[in-house]
């Protein structure tokens, strides 16, 4: 079956304690994301990537890092998380001219 | 500015009746595509529908529709014969050339049997 996979799908934190939300594809798409999710503001992306070793910024890019050493992987590092990154998150991917975009289940992240 | 607009926080409609959800966009360019995606409870997301700007005619997805104005920039979903199964939080978002995709603030949607 053709998914996004995140891992975990809930994390509670400490300010402070490094974490990593994993995220991984199995159809071969170039193209991933990384999405946060608040009330009242949609959906506002943190970081893209256009393919194996290419990484971008998004909206909302701080506190935030990525990495894509691989294509199917493209996991979030917060190295200091902070209460003001509680929140949704979503990874997800795209292929092709016409396709779609696949969405994970989301990690809800909370830091005390 | 890569701006999308949901003005409507909240909607209700009857069950079997129809309802309409705005949406409006800020772009500068002249192909790309736009959606709505639906999101229940389980949080999970859902494509609805997808229109490509470059077609003149409205999308449609069995009780799904659109009204694709793009000299407006106008982008509204319609739900014909609105079902319990409706009720979720809805996204309407817009894909740049370079794939990346911009949300709305969505419209919460409940459905009143």
């Known amino acids: 079956e053709a998914q996004v996979t995140q891992n975990p799908r809930y994390l509670i934190t400490v300010t402070g304690k490094k974490l990593t939300v994993t995220c991984s594809q199995n159809?071969?798409?170039?193209?991933m994301s990384w999405y946060r999710q608040d009330p009242g503001l949609g959906l506002r992306q943190i970081y893209y990537?256009?393919?194996?070793?290419?990484?971008d910024k998004g909206d909302v890019p701080e506190g935030y890092k990525v990495s894509r050493k691989e294509k199917r992987n493209f996991p979030l590092i917060l190295e200091s998380p902070s209460p003001n990154q509680t929140s949704l998150y979503f990874c997800?991917?795209?292929?092709?001219?016409?396709?779609?975009?696949?969405f994970g289940s989301g990690t809800r992240l909370t830091v005390v | 500015a890569q701006t999308v607009t949901q003005s409507q926080p909240e909607m209700s409609v009857q069950e079997a009746e129809t309802v309409t959800l705005s949406c409006t966009y800020d772009?500068?360019?002249?192909?790309?595509?736009l959606f709505w995606y639906k999101q229940p409870p389980s949080r999970q997301m859902i494509l609805v529908i997808r229109q490509e700007a470059y077609k003149q005619q409205n999308a449609t997805e069995n009780r799904f529709s659109v009204n694709f104005q793009k000299a407006a920039k106008s982008f509204s979903l319609k739900i014909s014969d609105s079902q319990l199964g409706d009720a979720a939080m809805y996204f309407c978002?817009?894909?740049?050339?370079?794939?990346?995709?911009?949300f709305g603030t969505g419209t919460r949607l409940t459905v009143i049997p």
């Open positions: 997800a991917s795209r292929g092709g001219p016409v396709g779609g975009y696949t």
């Open positions: 159809m071969n798409h170039e193209y």
């Open positions: 978002a817009r894909e740049t050339g370079a794939n990346n995709l911009f």
């Open positions: 990537s256009m393919n194996v070793e290419v990484t």
């Open positions: 772009t500068s360019e002249s192909d790309y595509y």
